[in-house]
């Protein structure tokens, strides 16, 4: 079975960049309801519900199909969530360090030309989805776009950090305004977080 995790820290602890209403629909809300909606859509499938949702991504060729587009989904949104509650936190941004620096000047020329690379990247995603910092298997770095809960697991690549930009992650605070919301996320980045997941 799939649980919801708990955020890494309080609801109000990212303001004033995400607003506590913000953060309870978001977590409370929609990432419950990802978690609830895998464990019922497995249910009778007990060799998938013990596998980890990074797995899961990587094999839905393994998924019965006629729930497979319901599990990559949910999946997705439960794995991507837990994703991002750890790529934010409080009193995060500035600049990354150490290797992650370096690839992002090799592969970007620096890092102001990679937040604009990134930005406008996420202004062009129509619809929902979200943007990704991946790495790719020959080991060079990739802004991505994914729309709904589409997952760079599932097509070989590792995510380093990502913006979820699904209404529900900024409309409260931010209106129609995903350029704002955007700014501000530079903010709450967890820069160390990043360089774990390029890391690893």
């Known amino acids: 079975m799939y649980a919801l995790p708990d955020l890494p820290y309080s609801y109000n602890a990212l303001e004033p960049f995400i607003d506590e209403q913000t953060m309870h629909v978001h ?8 978690v609830k909606n895998l464990n019922d859509v497995l249910s009778g499938h ?12 990587k094999s839905l060729d393994k998924v019965p199909e006629e729930i497979r587009t319901k599990v990559k ?19 995060g941004g500035g600049e990354p360090k150490g290797r992650l620096l370096e690839l992002i000047s090799k592969n ?3 890092f102001n030309s990679f937040k604009e690379k990134f930005k406008d990247s996420a202004l062009s995603l129509f619809g929902s989805g979200w943007t990704w910092l991946i790495v790719n298997p020959d080991g060079k770095l990739e802004i991505l776009n994914l729309p709904n809960q589409d997952s760079p697991i599932s097509v070989d690549k590792t995510p380093v950090f ?19 919301f955007i700014d501000a ?8 977080q990043a360089e774990k ?3 690893s």
């Not at 013990?50 to 991504?57: A, F, R």
């Not at 989904?73 to 009193?91: C, D």
């Not at 990502?162 to 704002?180: M, S, V």
């Not at 996320?185 to 160390?192: G, S």
């Open 27 to 34: 977590h409370d809300g929609h990432h419950a309801t990802y």
């Open 46 to 57: 007990n060799e998938l519900l013990n596998i980890d949702t990074k797995e899961l991504l």
């Open 73 to 91: 989904n949910n999946a997705g949104g439960h794995f991507h969530h837990s994703f991002f509650w750890r790529i934010i936190k409080p009193n």
């Open 108 to 110: 970007f020329k620096d």
């Open 162 to 180: 990502t913006i979820d930009l699904w209404e529900h992650a900024y409309y409260l605070k931010y209106k129609n305004k995903r350029a704002d």
């Open 185 to 192: 996320f530079w903010n709450i980045v967890n820069w160390e």
């Open 197 to 199: 997941n390029l890391n």
